[in-house]
Nanobody, 126 residues
Framework: QLHLVESGGGLVQPGGSLRLSCAAS????????IAWFRQAPGKEREAVSCFSTSDGMTYYADSVKGRFAISRDNDKHTVYLQMNSLKPEDTAVYYC???????????????????WGQGTQVTVSS
C-alpha cells in the first residue's frame, strides 16, 4: 500500500518557523512529483509548493515565495516544507500529495495528484 504521513504542524507565533515532514511508504519518491497543499476553513484547497522528479525543479505559490522551501531526502523517503516568516493567513491544514505523472502546467491542480496524506494543522497566531 502507498501511504503519505505528514507531521510537524503546530501553533506558532507570527514571524515564526515550522518544518513539515511528509514520510512516504510503499513507493519510491524518486519516481513521483511531490507537492504540498493547504486548506483553510471555508476555503478551497490550494497548492503551496511542488518538487518535480522529471526536471528537478521546484514550484511555489506566489503567496509563499521567499518564505517557504521544499526539499526531499530520498534516502529517508521524506519530503520537507520549511516555513519561515509565518503569517496568520498561513493557518490551514497542510497536505502532501504525490503524482504518478508530471506536467509543469498542472502542478498546482489538486485533481492531478494520485495520493494524499491525512494532513497536519498549522496555526499562526499570537
Amino acid at each position: 500500500q502507498l501511504h503519505l504521513v505528514e507531521s510537524g504542524g503546530g501553533l506558532v507565533q507570527p514571524g515564526g518557523s515550522l518544518r513539515l515532514s511528509c514520510a512516504a511508504s510503499g513507493f519510491t519518491l524518486n519516481y513521483y512529483a511531490i507537492a504540498w497543499f493547504r486548506q483553510a476553513p471555508g476555503k478551497e484547497r490550494e497548492a503551496v509548493s511542488c518538487f518535480s522528479t522529471s526536471d528537478g525543479m521546484t514550484y511555489y505559490a506566489d503567496s509563499v515565495k521567499g518564505r517557504f522551501a521544499i526539499s526531499r531526502d530520498n534516502d529517508k523517503h521524506t519530503v520537507y516544507l520549511q516555513m519561515n516568516s509565518l503569517k496568520p493567513e498561513d493557518t490551514a491544514v497542510y497536505y502532501c500529495a504525490a503524482a504518478l505523472t508530471w506536467s509543469s502546467s498542472a502542478w498546482s491542480s489538486a485533481p492531478w495528484y494520485d495520493y494524499w496524506g491525512q494532513g497536519t494543522q498549522v496555526t499562526v497566531s499570537s
